[in-house]
């Protein structure tokens, strides 16, 4: 129905906004200016405890500082009393003492006909819960038994029985004079194709009434009594009263119970629902036997703003779980948030709470991961990256998938995250201390040790000008945190022997602090060696990445001719030198020149020898193009 603007204006006009809000909040009057219209209070949405939520009675507006929430009194109806436009209007006209605009026929037939739904649904509710006492419904109450649930949880839930008849319910209706053309619009009865009467859509099944979020039974779900039966649970369609993807159940009364205190917690079914509710978790809710859709997740965040879904210990339930990460990444923020409650292999919450009791379910619940746990598992669990290209399809999947993210502090806080466990992932192990005879490590096998000849030689040496570069690229990174990202990848690959020194450059990946890596810093910047750029550049962040970029060049570089030259001392030593292995020293030699080639932005940057640098080297080369150290080689 579409009603005049000047209506609505005057509807907000005589309600003031604070008078429909304050029903639902308790206000904080050191704060509040009342005689200025300006309130506040604590959030009715995601029932925080401090008093974030503004009401301007002057604008007619709220808005939440926490949760983002926003809206006039007709939203605030819709979003917090589960209302429809028009009875939102209708309770706010009402209270304004304003009778409605006149509406069409059109507009008054369908509400009528919704009315006479929601009347047929209830004397259903009432004919399917009688008819769980007959003596047709033997088995299924001793199933219901068997299940743990007593009349006092049958009468709390409504649940019912519909006998294995194909026209017991049409019939019982008929009798009361409602229509068999309502029956199918409520989605009772099917009407077979080739025009004979319509038969019961339920038919030997216990039954579960579906109640929206005001209590209004709008469908019906039904479980078979059958194991033979083509489905197990079967759902009312979709009516004029049930659309399956908006709706969840158990709704209501989780909405209060979650308003007193209580973690909403969604599960699969029915059965599960129940078993929480029975459980002491009131707070349960269910999709309905289908992937939770984007207007259940938003129901869910208008109820609290991090539910726990509890998905079944097995393979589906996994399944289920990844896929909700996807729908709920282009959705999450401040107040929009989840965890994952997995469940033991096997089991569900009525599972194992009909097995361990209540502690084991909250056990559970205490270990919920959030959505970051659950990216990160499905992108890396069982996967090895042992290559450059592993790494890459890794980097880039975690990075679409936090591009999805909207709001610019989760992304970057969950940015960050992923940033520590990919250092974590790739940084080496370091090896324990042998606690007996014989190397010991914990973790990944380490790099193969080396050969005798090769640490009895002066290339086994540390390399302080490697080490000055490494220096040089911490500073720069710490003096501009910002040029990290792009060289991401880079620095993971420095793993600095120090141990400060990896304490801070884990810190620079990861955007965190340690003391271990704030000393190792306060030592980078003393040292008497060390002068990164001159002064009049130091707040250049394009200069800095320049300098980094090229001592990593530099360091990959020495990397590089350092692997060689092991390589190249072995044949030596083996006799093995060559014209090949003469050309390759060579090589060698213009690779090591280059490394040491002053390019850093300035000479003198880091103030290095590149004769210290080289020196290790130089006697080795000339043996090996002389061709003598091969000659003693094979003697």
């Not at 499905?378 to 880039?396: I, V, Y």
Request: net charge neutral; hydrophobic share 45%; glycine share 8%.
């Amino acid at each position: 129905m579409s009603l005049p603007p000047a209506f609505l204006d005057e509807i907000r006009a005589r309600v003031p906004l604070s008078r429909v809000i304050g029903r639902r909040v308790a206000w904080d009057l050191r704060r509040s200016n009342q005689a200025r219209g300006d309130w506040w209070a604590p959030c009715p949405f995601h029932h925080e405890k401090t008093a974030s939520f503004h009401v301007d009675d002057q604008k007619g507006f709220y808005y939440c500082f926490g949760c983002l929430a926003k809206g006039d009194a007709i939203g605030f109806l819709r979003e917090a009393e589960g209302m429809g436009f028009m009875e939102a209007v209708a309770a706010l006209a009402a209270e304004a003492g304003m009778a409605l605009p006149e509406r069409t026929p059109e507009a008054k037939a369908q509400t009528d006909r919704r009315t006479q739904l929601v009347e047929v649904m209830e004397q259903a509710v009432r004919w399917f819960r009688l008819q769980l006492q007959t003596a047709a419904a033997g088995a299924a109450r001793d199933y219901l038994a068997g299940r743990g649930l007593d009349s006092a949880t049958l009468d709390r839930f409504e649940i019912g029985f519909a006998p294995d008849n194909r026209r017991a319910l049409a019939e019982a209706m008929a009798q009361k004079g409602i229509a068999a053309e309502l029956l199918d619009a409520a989605g009772l009865v099917i009407r077979p194709d080739d025009g004979g009467n319509p038969y019961d859509r339920f038919r030997g099944r216990i039954i579960f009434p579906i109640r929206d979020a005001r209590g209004r039974a709008i469908a019906f779900g039904g479980r078979a009594m059958d194991p033979g039966a083509r489905a197990k649970y079967l759902n009312s369609p979709e009516t004029a009263l049930f659309d399956k993807g908006r709706t969840l159940y158990n709704l209501g009364p989780a909405r209060v119970a979650v308003g007193k205190g209580a973690p909403l917690v969604v599960a699969e079914g029915y059965m599960d629902v129940i078993a929480l509710a029975r459980a002491g978790f009131e707070g349960a809710v269910a999709p309905l036997g289908t992937a939770i859709t984007e207007e259940q997740l938003r129901l869910m965040w208008r109820v609290s703003p991090e539910p726990v879904v509890a998905l079944d210990g097995d393979a589906a339930g996994l399944r289920a779980a990844m896929r909700l990460v996807d729908l709920a990444l282009p959705l999450t923020g401040p107040g929009q948030a989840l965890r994952f409650a997995l469940m033991p292999p096997g089991q569900d919450p009525d599972d194992l709470i009909r097995g361990q009791g209540r502690a084991a379910m909250q056990a559970v619940l205490d270990g919920a991961r959030p959505l970051v746990d659950l990216l990160w598992q499905r992108e890396t669990e069982g996967r090895q990256f042992d290559s450059p290209e592993r790494r890459a399809a890794l980097d880039h999947a975690l990075r679409a998938a936090i591009a999805r993210i909207p709001d610019p502090a989760t992304r970057a806080h969950t940015e960050a995250e992923i940033r520590a466990r990919r250092a974590a992932l790739f940084r080496p192990e370091a090896p324990a201390r042998p606690s007996g005879p014989g190397p010991r490590r914990f973790g990944k096998p380490g790099p193969e040790a080396p050969r005798a000849q090769t640490r009895a030689s002066r290339l086994a040496a540390g390399d302080e000008g490697e080490r000055l570069l490494e220096a040089a690229v911490l500073a720069a990174c710490a003096r501009h945190p910002e040029i990290v990202a792009a060289l991401e990848s880079r620095l993971e690959r420095l793993v600095p022997a120090d141990p400060g020194r990896a304490a801070l450059l884990h810190d620079l990946l990861a955007g965190s602090r340690s003391e271990a890596g704030a000393a190792a810093l306060d030592a980078l910047l003393a040292d008497p060696h060390l002068r990164l750029v001159p002064p009049s550049q130091q707040d250049d962040p394009d200069h800095a990445a320049r300098i980094v970029e090229n001592a990593l060049d530099r360091i990959e570089a020495r990397r590089a001719s350092r692997v060689e030259r092991h390589r190249l001392e072995d044949e030596i030593v083996a006799g093995a030198a060559d014209e090949g292995l003469t050309w390759r020293a060579a090589q060698l030699t213009r690779v090591r020149e280059a490394a040491d080639r002053p390019n850093l932005g300035e000479a003198g940057d880091l103030g290095e020898d590149p004769e210290a640098l080289v020196a290790g080297i130089d006697a080795l080369l000339e043996a090996v193009q002389s061709g003598s150290l091969g000659r003693r080689g094979r003697r």
